[in-house]
Structures are given as structure tokens and as C-alpha cells.
T-cell receptor
Framework: AQTVTQSQPEMSVQEAETVTLSCTYD???????LFWYKQPPSRQMILVIR??????QNATENRFSVNFQKAAKSFSLKISDSQLGDTAMYFC????????????FGTGTRLQVTL | DTAVSQTPKYLVTQMGNDKSIKCEQN?????MYWYKQDSKKFLKIMFS???????INETVPNRFSPKSPDKAHLNLHINSLELGDSAVYFC??????????????FGPGTRLTVT
């Protein structure tokens, strides 16, 4: 069974600063995808970034980037130039490339961006 | 041009009632899901359909019955509602690529309150 662990229940960052959210996962699969989802107070789940396990290059989407360490089973999210609109719950998620594969979520990190 | 839509967004009902939540996606995806998010924000999959066929059925009380009339629609019917069913229910869809599902796109969620 796959597990996803987010060890930081809450974090705070000042506007314009950089923050890193941690995620570790456990799996015996070799082919999988990892994601970060954002859930603002509106409760909409928004896909922020994805990483394919077979790609060594870390994914980047504008101010969001990941540090993917496959051997360590670590997948952290870096948010640069934090904005007030980044305030949200952030969920790390895992899916392996098998039939009937299902997205397994971590418990989330609540990020507060302050002035 | 909403990608994944759910109705209703809010549902307040009494214990013992039967209710349905509807979901539609216009992304052309083959796979659809129902997730439950509890009061601690933990997300857990309930069901998944691929091309109208049930492929994931987690340990969910049989009072919950999904129905997929076509691959763009997945409805959730709940019989004999209980207080513990109060949660946010998310519908999601995903492209099916080379035999597996990838990133999932979520609807806005339905907040169900059972009194």
C-alpha cells in the first residue's frame, strides 16, 4: 500500500518570501506520478504541479517548483515570491501507473501568507 | 465552460433521508471518481468508474451507490443518511492514458450536512 506523509500541519510565510513544503511517500512501485494540489478557502481542489517518477528533471510551473528525490522518496514543493493568494491547504498526492490506480493524499499543510 | 461541475454545492438534510449528488465533466476524460473529505480535511477515494465500468470500490457502506449513465456523468446516491455522512464530497475526472489514470481534475465539491 502507498502512503503519503506531510509532516508540517501548518506553515506561515511573509509575502514575497520563499517557502518549502515537505512530502515523503512510501511505495514499492517504480512507475508513478506525484502531484501537489492546492485547496484555498473556496474549497476548490486545484492542481499545482505534477512530476513523473521516470523524469529526473524537477518540474516547474511559474513560481512553483519541486525537489524530487526518488531514492529518498521525497517530493517537496517550493513556492517563490509568495503571494496572499497562495494562502491555502496544500496536499501532496501519489498515483502509480497501474489499472485501478487511485490517488493517495497526504494529510495536508495549511499555508498562511502574511503581509 | 466549467470542466467538472457538481450539483448541488450545498445540501442540508435530515437523518434517514435519501439524497443524490450529480457530477458532469466536459473534458472528454474516461475516468471519474468520488472522494470524501472529512472535517479534518483528509481526502479519501470512494469510487472510480472508467468508461462507465466500476473499477475502484473502497470500503464504503452500501448505503452509497454510484451510477455512471455515460462516461461524462457520475452520480452518487446516498440512502438513509447518517450524521457521520456529513462531509464535503468531491467529484473528479482523469484522462486514461496507456492503461492508467493520471492527474485528476476536481469539481467544486458538495458540502453535505446531515442534521
Amino acid at each position: 500500500a502507498q502512503t503519503v506523509t506531510q509532516s508540517q500541519p501548518e506553515m506561515s510565510v511573509q509575502e514575497a518570501e520563499t517557502v518549502t513544503l515537505s512530502c515523503t511517500y512510501d511505495t514499492s512501485e517504480s512507475n508513478y506520478y506525484l502531484f501537489w494540489y492546492k485547496q484555498p478557502p473556496s474549497r476548490q481542489m486545484i492542481l499545482v504541479i505534477r512530476q513523473e517518477a521516470y523524469k529526473q528533471q524537477n518540474a516547474t510551473e511559474n513560481r512553483f517548483s519541486v525537489n524530487f528525490q526518488k531514492a529518498a522518496k521525497s517530493f517537496s514543493l517550493k513556492i517563490s515570491d509568495s503571494q496572499l493568494g497562495d494562502t491555502a491547504m496544500y496536499f501532496c498526492a501519489f498515483i502509480y501507473t497501474g489499472t485501478a490506480s487511485k490517488l493517495t493524499f497526504g494529510t495536508g499543510t495549511r499555508l498562511q501568507v502574511t503581509l | 465552460d466549467t470542466a467538472v461541475s457538481q450539483t448541488p454545492k450545498y445540501l442540508v438534510t435530515q437523518m434517514g433521508n435519501d439524497k443524490s449528488i450529480k457530477c458532469e465533466q466536459n473534458l472528454g476524460h474516461d475516468t471519474m471518481y468520488w472522494y470524501k473529505q472529512d472535517s479534518k480535511k483528509f481526502l479519501k477515494i470512494m469510487f472510480s468508474y472508467n468508461n462507465k465500468e466500476l473499477i475502484i470500490n473502497e470500503t464504503v457502506p452500501n448505503r452509497f451507490s454510484p451510477k455512471s449513465p455515460d462516461k461524462a456523468h457520475l452520480n452518487l446516491h446516498i440512502n438513509s443518511l447518517e450524521l457521520g455522512d456529513s462531509a464535503v464530497y468531491f467529484c473528479a475526472s482523469s484522462p486514461w492514458d496507456r492503461g492508467f489514470a493520471r492527474e485528476q481534475y476536481f469539481g467544486p465539491g458538495t458540502r453535505l450536512t446531515v442534521t
